[in-house]
């Protein structure tokens, strides 16, 4: 059999535990004399990685200086070797997946981490997994996971058998599974790094679902207990680390943490085998090789419950509540004051952690491809799997919009979609709106009473809702028919989007289509300089709504575009789809033709708040409108033909640190625009 392994996007040093389970492997499928195995590399791991393969492997360096290229000399590699298998070790958007191919496609899926910690990811990474992991669990012939909670997950999550999954373990490294390090490797290492006679460890890159942050707050509750344990943190860095260099440096300053940084193998197998304990409080895991590694050389550990944790730990580790800091100080302290363990816990710590080596793994690995046959079929993305039908929850303010207000009602109650809660909120509006909500008694919820104004009803609704899918419609403004059900479709496709936005028309007051809303393709940098997204076309997430809040009632006019900033400034991810969804009423009696001054304080306020700048595109609609609708007396000074000049000016030197937001105490004060 031949097997083309790709390496293409792995790092050694940022590519966390995935290189040492490739890499492990990789060794052992090669003490196979029946297989004849190829791997790819690129210019940037061709060294490290390269270097750790077995020597019966072929090694093929993709020449490039990027991913997208290397992707397609690995095309034309694989065409040259002719592989019965490839094997992709993490999805990417440019594997191969092509209904004609030649050969066979095993896909390993890590983790689902992007979906149940979405925030702790760049939008555009969300993106790319909801792409690459959908393709490949749709269209490989064999997906292999690193637990049995992962698979679980992905069977659960894409709505597949468990059974087209394969449970394929890491393992110990080598250096973890011949026992404990050496006294002399041990002391060399103590006296190398400036450690004390006794530690705790956690071995871990500075990723944001490592949870450093509630480890140390944990550790230092227990140190007001007047239980001192020096930690010591091993890993690379990353943004997170900036997020805790407070925090950090403050322990560092008491004496207690040391911080060794990314660290060979030999070294970290000398600290592990040295510590008293190794702590583990990650909020998410596929599999969790530092525990394994631990117990296998007799170290106690202290260790989260959650995902697959426990499958590795078994019930030698003790375990704790990753969210609650008492219940890890608890735990940590605990294990600490017991360490070490009596022989009986260690010898059964190391016969779980034997459950997981690379020779068994590769062979449940060659099973799968052996046994697996082609699926032949056009390569699609795989939708997440809902049991039930999602719920879209509509929020309709209004206030003396009765003309327009059962039209809207309508375009609502007619889609075609069912599982929808709607409201409409009326602040007491004197016109014939009570008796048209009226007419609809029992079929959603309504009330007509005086209220905060349009963004208070707009919260009240939201507030009220159920639904995990939300969005809010004016009364004067409409839905198409299928807008809802297009919404649900392209959910299910990419499950990690925030916030979903079509396209729409403007209609008049007579509801004759005037022109299309100029949606665009969500650009941050654009949407900074005018709002791309359409409000009755724009519908989001309850998660993005958990995360970032309610609508923020100081804004009137705006309200829908500070929110959609808010979402982009929190890490949201937008997507527009090229459906028509909703049509926008324009007419002379809208907030945004009426209010045209009180809009622009809004949008320069959001602007201020989330970007510390206003756009120059916003800052020259502002002096347009100064200078020909508002007559402002600046404008008899300056020509037309200067504005464009000084809307640069104005955006780059009016920035939020001129102004002051917060008071001495804290509070928020008002600015300028307000």
Not at 425 to 446: A, Q
Request: charged content about 25%; overall charge neutral.
């Amino acid at each position: 059999m031949v097997i083309y392994l790709s390496a293409r996007i792995l790092q050694a040093q940022s590519s966390g535990g995935i290189v040492g389970y490739f890499l492990g492997l990789a060794g052992a499928l090669a003490r196979n004399p029946e297989l004849s195995i190829h791997v790819g590399l690129t210019p940037l791991n061709f060294q490290e990685i390269g270097a750790s393969l077995p020597d019966n492997m072929a090694r093929r360096c993709l020449p490039g200086p990027q991913n997208t290229i290397w992707a397609a000399n690995e095309r034309r590699a694989i065409e040259e070797i002719r592989p019965d298998w490839v094997v992709y070790w993490y999805p990417d958007t440019l594997d191969i997946y092509d209904a004609d191919r030649a050969f066979k496609v095993a896909s390993c899926l890590p983790d689902l981490q992007h979906l149940a910690y979405p925030y702790f990811f760049e939008p555009a990474e969300r993106s790319r997994r909801d792409f690459a992991f959908g393709t490949a669990i749709g269209s490989a012939d064999l997906v292999f996971a690193l637990s049995k909670f992962a698979r679980q997950d992905l069977a659960r999550t894409y709505g597949c058998d468990e059974r087209r999954i394969k449970v394929v373990y890491p393992s110990p490294s080598p250096q973890f599974l011949s026992g404990s390090a050496s006294p002399e490797a041990i002391d060399r290492a103590k006296r190398k790094f400036g450690l004390p006679p006794r530690y705790a460890i956690f071995p871990s890159n500075f990723w944001p679902h490592k949870n450093h942050k509630k480890l140390l707050d944990a550790l230092l509750r227990v140190r007001r207990r007047g239980v001192a344990i020096p930690l010591v943190l091993v890993g690379s860095a990353s943004s997170a680390e900036g997020a805790l260099i407070d925090q950090l440096e403050r322990a560092k300053g008491e004496g207690w943490l040391w911080m060794l940084g990314y660290v060979e193998d030999e070294e970290l197998h000398a600290l592990v085998s040295g510590a008293a304990c190794l702590l583990f409080p990650s909020l998410f895991e596929g599999f969790g090789i530092p525990v394994a590694e631990a117990l296998v050389v007799g170290v106690p550990v202290a260790c989260s419950s959650a995902c697959s944790l426990p499958e590795v730990g078994g019930d030698t580790a003790r375990y704790f509540d990753p969210q609650e800091v008492e219940s890890i100080a608890h735990v940590v302290e605990d294990v600490w004051k017991n360490a070490p363990w009596d022989a009986t816990t260690v010898s059964k710590g190391q016969a779980q952690s034997h459950r997981f080596n690379y020779l068994d793994s590769a062979a449940e690995l060659l099973d799968g491809l052996r046994e697996t046959p082609a699926r032949r079929e056009v390569p699609r993305l795989r939708e997440i799997a809902v049991l039930e039908p999602p719920l879209v929850s509509i929020v309709t303010p209004s206030y003396q919009q009765g003309r327009f207000l059962r039209q809207c009602i309508e375009s609502v109650l007619t889609q075609d979609y069912r599982q929808i809660e709607y409201f409409v909120l009326d602040g007491g509006s004197t016109d014939e709106s009570r008796e048209i909500l009226k007419s609809y008694d029992g079929r959603f919820f309504w009330k007509s009473e005086p209220d905060g104004g349009q963004t208070s009803a707009i919260n009240s609704g939201l507030q009220r809702a159920r639904g995990s899918i939300l969005a809010f419609l004016n009364s004067d403004d409409l839905l198409l028919p299928g807008a809802v059900s297009s919404i649900v479709d392209e959910w299910r496709r990419q499950p990690s989007v925030d916030l979903f936005y079509g396209r729409a028309n403007y209609i008049d007051e007579h509801g004759d289509i005037i022109r299309e809303y100029d949606t665009r393709e969500f650009q941050l940098e654009e949407f900074k300089g005018r709002c791309t997204i359409c409000q009755p076309a724009a519908f989001w997430c309850r998660r993005i709504m958990d995360h970032i809040g309610l609508f923020d009632e100081d804004f009137q006019t705006a309200m829908d575009y500070e929110y959609w900033q808010r979402i982009a400034a929190n890490k949201g991810l937008i997507v527009r789809i090229d459906k028509l969804l909703s049509c926008s009423r324009e007419y002379s009696a809208t907030k945004t033709k009426s209010q045209r001054g009180k809009a622009y304080k809004d949008v320069f306020k959001s602007q201020w708040r989330h970007w510390g700048n206003v756009h120059p595109e916003w800052w020259m609609g502002f002096l347009d409108y100064s200078k020909n609708e508002r007559r402002a007396l600046w404008s008899t000074f300056v020509p037309a033909s200067k504005c464009g000049d000084l809307s640069y000016f104005l955006s780059r030197f009016l920035r939020r640190r001129s102004f002051k937001f917060e008071s001495p105490n804290g509070r928020r004060r008002r600015n300028i625009w307000q």
